[in-house]
C-alpha cells in the first residue's frame, strides 16, 4: 500500500488491468525470513486488504482503538527490537491488486452496515432500560467532545479562553491562516472570525504564530477587506491587546463586527518557507534531482536503511505518512536525513527524532487519516540546500491539472529496488470525481485524499516514496499539497498515485504542533 516514484514507458502499459479474473498477485517473502504482522481493529469501519500486508521482523502489534478528537500519541507498545542481520528490514509494504480493493470497498460497505444495526439495537436497549428521558443525556450530538472521553463541553464553550475539558483539546486549534492571502482567523463563540487591522500588533501576531505551532513570528500585513473571499468576509472581529504578554489569542479583548473601522483584515507569516535559494532553474531535463531542487525532501531511516520519504515544515517538524511508522514509533530507531540526493548518505546532515505521532483513527488495513509527523531532537538551520515547504491554508483549493512535483528515493518499477539517487517528476491533480470514476478507484477516493498523475499511465509514484512531498507552486512559493500515500500498482492505465490531502488534514496538523510548543515553552519557563 505504500508508494514511491517511477517513470516507464506509457505504450508498455495500455490496458486496463484484467476485471474478469484474478489480479495477479505479488511473489510472496520467504516465510522463514521474516513475520507477517496481522493488525486489526473492530472499533471503527476498516478496509480488509487480504493482500496488503505489513512485512517485518519486529514481530506483532497491537492498534490501540481512538477516537478523531483524542489526541494521537507515540505507539505504547514495546519498542520493538533491533532486526536480526539475516532478516532485512522491509522497506514497502506490497501494493493492493485491483481485486483487493473491490473486496475492500464491499467489506467497507458491509462494516458500515453491521455497524448501524449494532449501534441501533444499543440504542433501543439504552431506551427501553433507562428510559428515554436518561437516553438523550448520554449524547455528545452538538456539542464538542473532549478527547475520547466522555466529556462534553458546549460548543460556544470551545476556544472561549477558559480551558472546560481536562485534556486542554477546547482550547486548542482557535486560530488558523485562511484563504490564498493567508488571512489570520480566530474562533471565538463557535464562530470563525476574520481579524481587522485595528489594533493588531506584533505580540499578538507572536501570540498566534505560537498558536499555529511555530516558535517565531515574521510579519504582519494589511489588505482590503474586499480583496479575500466573499466567506472570510461574513463575521469579522477586532483584537486590542489588553496585557503585556497574552498566552492564547482567544483570550484577548475583542469585539465582534460586520465592517472592519479600518477597511483591512490581517494576514500573517510565521516562516520563510517554499523557496529553492540554491537551485539553479537553469539546469533542466531528467528526472534526476539536483540539490537545492527540493530542499524540503527528507529520507526516513529506520535502523540505518531508507524507509520512507518526509517533508520539512518547520525547523523541528517533518511531515510523513503513517503507514510508515504504524508499529515502528520507537524514535531512537529513526534518523532523518536532509541535504541529500543520494544513497547512501555521504556528508548529509542526520538528526535524531524526540516525538513520533500519528493520527489517532488511522487503521493499518485503512487507507485514510495516513498522516504522521516526526519533532527533531534538535531544530534545523536553514541554508537553501535545506528548507521547508509552505502548508496551504484552510479552504485552500488546487485546481484539476494544476502540474506538481513528486520526489523521492522509490523503486523505478514495482517491486524494484529504490532508487540510489533522488528522482522526481510532474504529474497533474486530478479531481476526486474523476478519480472516483469506476474505471480508476471505484469511489474509494475520500474527503482525505487527493489524486496526481496520468490516467495512461507511465509516470507514478511507488515503494519506497510513502510519506514524500506532492509539492505545487502557488504564488511563487511551494506548498505541500499531499503526502504519498498508497495506489494499485505503479504507473499502471487508470491507477493514479494517492496522496494524503494536507489541507484536510490542516486541524490535525496544527493542532499537534500547537500542543508541543505549548509544552515545551511551559518547561523553558519553569526552568527560568
Not at 527490537?81 to 460497505?109: C, G, H, Y
Request: with cysteine.
Amino acid at each position: 500500500m505504500t508508494k514511491s516514484f517511477v517513470e516507464t514507458n506509457p505504450d508498455a502499459n495500455t490496458s486496463d488491468p484484467p476485471t474478469d479474473s484474478k489480479a495477479e498477485v505479488p511473489e510472496q517473502p520467504d516465510p522463514s525470513k521474516i513475520e507477517v504482522v496481522s493488525v486489526t481493529d473492530e472499533d471503527l469501519p476498516i478496509v480488509e486488504t487480504p493482500n496488503t500486508l505489513n512485512v517485518s521482523p519486529l514481530g506483532s502489534i497491537d492498534a490501540d482503538p481512538q477516537s478523531e478528537n483524542e489526541p494521537a500519541k507515540p505507539e505504547e507498545s514495546k519498542p520493538p527490537a533491533a532486526p536480526s542481520p539475516t532478516m532485512p528490514i522491509t522497506k514497502v509494504q506490497p501494493f493492493m491488486n485491483e481485486d483487493d480493493l473491490e473486496k475492500s470497498w464491499k467489506s467497507r460497505l458491509l462494516a458500515h452496515r453491521l455497524e448501524l444495526l449494532i449501534f441501533s439495537c444499543v440504542i433501543l436497549a439504552v431506551i427501553l432500560i433507562l428510559g428515554i428521558g436518561l437516553g438523550v443525556g448520554l449524547s455528545c450530538a452538538g456539542k464538542f467532545r473532549c478527547g475520547s472521553s466522555s466529556q462534553c463541553i458546549s460548543a460556544s464553550a470551545q476556544c472561549d479562553g477558559e480551558v472546560h475539558c481536562d485534556n486542554g483539546d477546547d482550547e486548542l486549534g482557535c486560530v488558523r491562516l485562511s484563504g490564498g492571502d493567508s488571512v489570520l482567523q480566530v474562533q471565538r463563540g463557535g464562530v470563525w472570525r476574520t481579524v481587522c487591522s485595528e489594533g493588531w500588533n506584533n505580540v499578538l501576531g507572536a501570540s498566534a504564530c505560537r498558536q499555529l505551532g511555530y516558535s517565531r513570528y515574521v510579519e504582519s500585513f494589511f489588505i482590503f477587506q474586499t480583496s479575500i473571499e466573499q466567506d472570510l468576509q461574513l463575521h469579522l472581529v477586532s483584537i486590542n491587546l489588553s496585557q503585556s504578554e497574552i498566552t492564547k489569542l482567544q483570550n484577548a479583548t475583542a469585539s465582534s463586527k460586520s465592517q472592519c473601522s479600518s477597511g483591512m483584515v490581517t494576514t500573517l507569516k510565521c516562516l520563510e518557507c517554499g523557496s529553492r535559494p540554491r537551485y539553479n532553474t537553469r539546469i533542466v531535463g531528467g528526472n534526476i534531482s539536483r540539490l537545492g531542487q527540493f530542499p524540503w525532501q527528507v529520507s526516513l531511516h529506520f535502523s540505518s536503511e531508507h524507509l520512507c520519504g518526509g517533508s520539512i515544515i518547520t525547523s523541528r517538524w517533518i511531515l510523513t505518512a503513517a503507514h510508515c511508522v504504524f508499529g515502528f514509533a520507537d524514535p531512537s530507531m529513526w534518523a532523518v536525513h536532509v541535504g541529500l540526493t543520494e544513497q547512501p548518505v555521504h556528508g548529509a546532515q542526520s538528526l535524531s527524532v524526540e516525538h513520533i505521532v500519528y493520527h489517532a483513527r488511522y487503521r493499518p488495513k485503512g487507507l485514510d487519516y495516513d498522516i504522521a509527523l516526526m519533532k527533531l531532537s534538535t531544530p534545523l538551520v536553514f541554508n537553501g540546500l535545506v528548507e521547508p515547504i509552505c502548508l496551504p491554508n484552510h479552504g485552500e483549493e488546487f485546481a484539476e491539472g494544476t502540474m506538481c512535483w513528486i520526489s523521492g528515493w522509490g523503486a523505478t518499477e514495482d517491486e524494484g529496488e529504490t532508487s540510489v539517487v533522488l528522482r522526481s517528476a510532474m504529474v497533474p491533480l486530478l479531481s476526486t470525481k474523476t478519480c472516483n470514476q469506476p474505471e480508476v478507484y471505484q469511489g474509494f477516493i475520500s474527503a482525505w485524499m487527493i489524486c496526481a498523475g496520468y490516467l495512461e499511465g507511465g509516470t507514478d509514484s511507488c515503494q519506497g516514496d510513502s510519506g514524500g512531498p506532492l509539492a505545487c507552486e502557488d504564488s511563487s512559493v511551494m506548498k505541500l499539497v499531499g503526502a504519498t500515500s498508497w495506489g494499485i500498482g505503479c504507473a499502471m492505465r487508470n491507477k493514479p498515485g494517492v496522496y494524503t490531502r494536507i489541507t484536510r488534514s490542516l486541524s490535525w496538523i496544527r493542532q499537534q504542533m500547537e500542543r508541543e510548543e505549548s509544552r515545551t515553552s511551559s518547561t523553558q519557563s519553569s526552568d527560568n
